[in-house]
C-alpha cells in the first residue's frame, strides 16, 4: 500500500540526468504541440485529413519547426543558462498563445510593440484570472521538469563537438522537414502570409528582434527639419488669442459611427454639441505606434513610409517654428516622438495637493496656443471607455465627455477648474465623473 508521503518522497528522488541538446529538443515538441493550436488551425483549414497532402504538410511542418526552434535555442543554452533560457521561453509561449486564442490576433512586430510599450495600469487589466490560470496549467509541467532534472556535464571539447552536430543535425532535418511539405507549405504563406505569425514561440522571438532593432536604428536616426520657414499671419493687438485643443483618442470603424449614419445611435453627446463630422477618414493603423506619428507627420496614409516619418519633424514642430506655443499632455505611453523636444506633460498619475490631495486628477486644465490630450486607450479592455460601466451602445464614452467638457469650457471659461476621475473601482460601480472642483 502506498502512502501519502510516497509520491512526494518518489518525486523529490525523481532527478534524471539529460544532456541540455535532449533537454532543449524535449521543450521544442512540447512548445510544437501545446502552443500552436492557432497555427495548425489556419494551416490546415479546408483540407481533409483523408489526404496524403495533409499529412505530408503536417509531419513536414512539424518537424522543420522543432528542428528550427531546436537550433535556435540550443546556440544560447548551456549547463547554466538552459533552464531559465527554456523556463522563459515557456512561459512566454504560454502567454502568446493564450492571447492568440482569446483576442484573435496575431504575434507579428507592430502587435510586440504595443505589449512591450504598453504602460502598466493597461495592462494590468489584461492580467485576468483566465489568463492566470491557463498560464499556469501549460507552464507548470515544464517548469517542474526543468527543476527536477539534473544537466549531464561534458568535457568542453566533447561538449562543442556534440553541440556542433547536433546544431548540423538539426538544420539537415529542418530542410528534409521542409522539403516534405514544401508545396503546399509554399502555398500557405504565398497565399496567407500571416500565418507565419501564429508560429509560436518563433513569432514572439522574431517580433521581439524586429522591435529592438527598429527602436535602436530609431534612436541613432537624425530628424529632418521641416518648416522652419512658417510664421504666423499678423492679426489686430485687440484680437482674442487663439486655442486649438487636440484630444487624441483610439481608432474607432467607421461603419459603426453613428455619425455617419449607423442604425444605432453610439454617439449621442457628440450628436447634441452639433459638430462637424468628417466621414471619410481613415487611420494609418490600428497601433498607436503607427497612426500617432502618420497623423502629425507631413506624409500621410496614402503615401505611407514609416523611415521617412520618423525621420522628419512633425506638425507640432512646424507650429513651434512659426511662434505657436504647444503642449503635450498624455495619460499613456508617450507622443512617439510626434513631439520629441517639445513641451510635455506625463499625466498617468498627476495630483493636485491643493485641489485634489492624494488624488489623481483628468487633465483639465488649458493653456495659450496648441495643446494636445492624448486619451488613454478607449478602445482596449482596461481604458478608460470601457472602465466606466456605461452601455456600449455609446462608443468611447470618456472621449465624448472629454469633448463635452472642452466644449463647455471654451465656450464658458472657469479659470483654475480640473476634473477628477475617482479611482478605477469606481468608475466601474459608479461610471461617474467626479468634478468639476474650482479655487
Known amino acids: 500500500m502506498i502512502g501519502r508521503a510516497a509520491v512526494p518522497k518518489r518525486f523529490h528522488r ?11 529538443l524535449l521543450i521544442c515538441l512540447y ?14 483549414s479546408g483540407r481533409s485529413m483523408g489526404e496524403i497532402s495533409t499529412w505530408r504538410l503536417l509531419l513536414g511542418t512539424s518537424i522543420a519547426l522543432c528542428a528550427l526552434h531546436f537550433t535556435a535555442f540550443v546556440c544560447f543554452a548551456n549547463r547554466w543558462t538552459v533552464k531559465p533560457l527554456l523556463g522563459a521561453v515557456v512561459v512566454t509561449s504560454a502567454m502568446a498563445a493564450y492571447y492568440m486564442d482569446q483576442y484573435t490576433v496575431f504575434m507579428d512586430p507592430d502587435m510586440l510593440r504595443n505589449v512591450l510599450h504598453t504602460e502598466y495600469k493597461e495592462a494590468r487589466e489584461l492580467v485576468t484570472f483566465g489568463f492566470a490560470s491557463n498560464v499556469l496549467l501549460w507552464s507548470l509541467g515544464p517548469l517542474l521538469v526543468l527543476w527536477r ?16 552536430l547536433s546544431v548540423i543535425t538539426a538544420i539537415a532535418i529542418a530542410v528534409g522537414g521542409l522539403a516534405l511539405g514544401y508545396r503546399d507549405l509554399s502555398a500557405l504563406m504565398r497565399n496567407q502570409k500571416e500565418v507565419r505569425y501564429l508560429v509560436t514561440p518563433g513569432n514572439v522571438l522574431y517580433g521581439a528582434g ?3 532593432l527598429t527602436d535602436a536604428r530609431k534612436s541613432q536616426q537624425v530628424v529632418t527639419p521641416i518648416g522652419v520657414d512658417a510664421h504666423v499671419r499678423a492679426r489686430p ?6 486655442l486649438l485643443v487636440i484630444i487624441v483618442g483610439e481608432t474607432v470603424r467607421a461603419q459603426n459611427w453613428g455619425l455617419n449614419g449607423y442604425k444605432r445611435e453610439t454617439t449621442p453627446r457628440l450628436r447634441a454639441l452639433n459638430v462637424v463630422n468628417f466621414r471619410n477618414v481613415q487611420s494609418c493603423g490600428t497601433a498607436t505606434e503607427v497612426s500617432l506619428p502618420c497623423m502629425f507627420s507631413a506624409v500621410g496614409r496614402r503615401d505611407y513610409d514609416e523611415a521617412r516619418i520618423h525621420g522628419e519633424e512633425s506638425l507640432l514642430h512646424v507650429l513651434n517654428h512659426a ?5 503635450w499632455r498624455d495619460n499613456q505611453t508617450g507622443c512617439k516622438g510626434v513631439c520629441s523636444g517639445l513641451p510635455f506633460q506625463q499625466w498617468n498619475a498627476a495630483e493636485d495637493p491643493t485641489l485634489c490631495p492624494g488624488r489623481p486628477v483628468l487633465r483639465r486644465d488649458f493653456v495659450a496656443g496648441l495643446a494636445e490630450r492624448h486619451r488613454c486607450g ?8 470601457e472602465s466606466t460601466g456605461q452601455s456600449r451602445s455609446e462608443l468611447f464614452p470618456s472621449l465624448s465627455e472629454s469633448l463635452q467638457e472642452v466644449h463647455a469650457h471654451l ?3 472657469r479659470p483654475g477648474c480640473v476634473y477628477q476621475y475617482t479611482d478605477r473601482q469606481q468608475l466601474r460601480q459608479r461610471g461617474a465623473v467626479r468634478g468639476p472642483l474650482c479655487r
Open 323 to 327: 511662434g505657436i506655443r504647444t503642449l
Open 378 to 385: 478607449s478602445g482596449r479592455s482596461g481604458c478608460c471607455a
Open 210 to 212: 524586429r522591435v529592438f
Open 237 to 242: 493687438a485687440s484680437a482674442k488669442p487663439r
Open 14 to 24: 525523481w532527478q534524471p540526468e539529460v544532456s541540455v541538446e535532449w533537454l532543449t
Open 411 to 413: 465656450r464658458h471659461p
Open 31 to 44: 512548445l510544437a504541440v501545446i502552443f500552436n493550436d492557432a497555427f495548425w488551425e489556419a494551416a490546415l
Open 149 to 164: 532534472v539534473r544537466i549531464l556535464h561534458r568535457p568542453w571539447l566533447r561538449a562543442a563537438t556534440v553541440r556542433v
